[in-house]
């Protein structure tokens, strides 16, 4: 099994788009929590939608079990907490969740993880994908940047 993640941030549609093209993967699976900002441009979900279809081919899916709460982006984003706390609590927010038995295997085999962060260090799509690797074993994992 194979997953990548992407982010949108910092990056021209062009450079997203050929990203996407040049991972082979099937689908993109939306995970971020709020997905239609007009801060989102090209990312937008609906425009995205169209977009990975008509550019890549692509298919577009949300999966709103690997999103965050906004207690817990809020209290990351605004300066309240530091990653340490955002990190143990998004993870321990995903073992509630079950996710590894709710998010079907074939949804995430073979897509790529869509967030708004430009690199995965700090950002919650990579701990859902390394989440998903541990519980599920076998997962390979790939950041497009």
Known sequence: MRVATIGFTKKSAREFFGLLQQSGAQ???DVRLHN???LAGFAKRDDLAYFLQAVCG???AEEPLLAPTPELLDGY???KRGWPWYEREYLALLAARRV????PRELIDGAVLLCSEATPERCHRRLAAEYLAREWGGLDIVHLV
């Open 27 to 29: 689908r993109l699976v």
């Open 36 to 38: 239609v900002s007009q």
């Open 58 to 60: 692509m298919a577009y």
């Open 77 to 79: 984003r605004k300066g």
């Open 100 to 103: 590894e038995e709710r998010v």
